[in-house]
Structures are given as structure tokens and as C-alpha cells.
């Protein structure tokens, strides 16, 4: 797999979630990643973009950055908003925590990328905004054999 | 999103459609939330035979659902489920609160042996 970078920046509005995840899936498709795994990465990259949208800008406007690393089998996401920042990481990656409860939020967002992908770092500086890095090694999956033709 | 639902001895039954992410989930809860209003619901059944994509939001969508029927001992059910849907719902713990049947038909058959009883 040759290495490859992509960036898409968009709006802040929950219609582009779709878009956002379509769009990453596309760029990863080339690594040849299974179902299980496109899945994977659609659900992280939607959790990430919901969050900027929702906690980050608190539903105002504001600019969400997707950078997308291939690096061998590897795929870097990095998403990035220039929002309110979280103050407290550690419980808002506690499963079932929400800081908003009223809008109906399961608390799920972070376990889920945790979940579906192989590695989660979260940075953020209150009043500057959070960047959100995930990475996934394609192609380990047992049901996975395009891995093993070189 | 009318088509989206049915309604049947105070069952509603909501069509989920193909994507359930934050933007469609918000659009279903404004939705439910007037029938809520003007029509008795005891028990909801989502039906997930056309979905294939679901994240978090879905989860606190049903969650939601859950805490307004349950006040008349109601229940939320999940049919049709994909094996991709399986994998989100049984990480999401949901199945604590929902049941999970196989298709509406088993659904509507487990509550009306409910309301018998």
C-alpha cells in the first residue's frame, strides 16, 4: 500500500455527519479494508464529527477539520474543531457519561471509537478546542485474507 | 418521514430508515415526540430492516423511547436485526432495556401475550 494523506474541512451542521464518514470510507476503501472494518471506521468518524458538532460548538457554526493518514496498513483520522474544548477527558470518555443528557445523548461516543478502533487519543484546551486522533491497522481481521497477497 | 411509522393497538412501529446517525435521529425524535403527544403509545418496535448504519445517537434514541413507555409498563422492541447492527446494540448494552426479536409479527404476538396476562 502506497502512503496517502487526505484533508476535508466542512461546516459544523449535522448533515454533513453522513458526508464526513462517507468520505473517509471512500479515501480508506483503496486499503482494500473488509465490511466489518469500512463499518468500524463510519461509526468512529461519525462519533468524532457528532461530538464537534454537539459538545464543541454547542450547535453554532464553526469549522471541522478531517485529516486521513495511510502509513502501510495503517489509517490515521484526525478530527479536529476549533470548539469549547472539554475540561474533564477522563469522564467524558466514561461509558454512559454525558454532559448532555437533555439532548437525549447515550454516552456511548467514546467507547464506540474505543471499540472500533484499535487506538483513540483525545487533546483539548478549554476555549480552543479538541482534536480527536484514531487509528486502525487494516487488514488483521481473521476474515481478512487480501492481507496476506502482496 | 410519515411512512416512517404505524400504528397498531397502541404499538407504534417506527421504519428505520437506512442511516441512523445525530441529524436523522433528531429528525425521528421530533417526529415520535408528536405522537407521543396526541396518540397513546404503550409499547415501540423499531424495525431495522432497512438500516445498515447506526452510531450512538441511535442508541440514545431508543433509550429515550425506552423512559417514556415504561411509565405504562411498556416495552421497546428491536427486530430485524443485521449482524452489523448486532455488533453496535450488544456493545451499546441496550439489550438491558430492549427486547430483541426477530420480526415485527414475533413482536406484536410477545405484546399481546403481555396485555393478556
Known amino acids: 500500500m502506497e502512503n496517502n494523506s487526505m484533508t476535508v474541512e466542512f461546516e459544523s451542521s449535522s448533515n454533513n455527519e453522513s458526508f464526513a464518514r462517507v468520505v473517509v470510507s471512500a479515501f480508506v476503501a483503496r486499503m482494500n479494508p473488509t465490511l466489518t472494518e469500512v463499518a468500524d471506521i463510519k461509526t468512529a468518524v461519525s462519533e468524532a464529527v457528532t461530538n464537534s458538532i454537539i459538545h464543541g460548538y454547542e450547535n453554532n457554526t464553526g469549522r471541522i477539520r478531517i485529516e486521513t493518514y495511510i502509513v502501510e496498513d495503517t489509517v490515521t483520522i484526525i478530527v479536529k474543531d476549533n470548539g469549547v474544548g472539554i475540561d474533564n477527558i477522563e469522564r467524558a470518555m466514561e461509558p454512559m457519561y454525558t454532559s448532555k443528557p437533555e439532548l437525549e445523548r447515550s454516552g456511548m461516543g467514546f467507547a464506540f471509537m474505543e471499540a472500533f478502533m484499535d487506538e483513540l487519543f483525545v487533546e483539548s484546551k478549554v476555549s480552543e478546542g479538541t482534536i480527536v486522533t484514531m487509528r486502525k491497522v487494516i487488514g488483521k481481521s481473521e476474515n481478512d485474507w487480501g492481507s496476506e497477497i502482496d | ?117
Open chain 2, 1 to 117: 418521514m410519515e411512512n416512517l411509522y404505524e400504528m397498531k393497538d397502541e404499538i407504534l412501529i417506527i421504519h428505520l430508515p437506512e442511516e441512523l446517525d445525530h441529524h436523522i435521529a433528531g429528525l425521528i425524535r421530533e417526529s415520535t415526540d408528536e405522537l407521543f403527544t396526541c396518540k397513546k403509545i404503550r409499547d415501540v418496535v423499531f424495525d431495522y430492516k432497512k438500516t445498515s448504519f447506526m452510531d450512538s445517537s441511535g442508541i440514545g434514541l431508543i433509550m429515550g423511547r425506552y423512559r417514556e413507555v415504561r411509565y405504562l409498563k411498556g416495552d421497546v422492541y428491536l427486530v430485524n436485526i443485521s449482524d452489523k447492527m448486532e455488533r453496535i446494540l450488544s456493545i451499546s448494552g441496550l439489550y438491558r432495556v430492549a427486547k430483541r426479536l426477530d420480526t415485527i409479527g414475533d413482536a406484536i404476538k410477545d405484546i399481546e401475550f403481555k396485555r393478556t396476562t
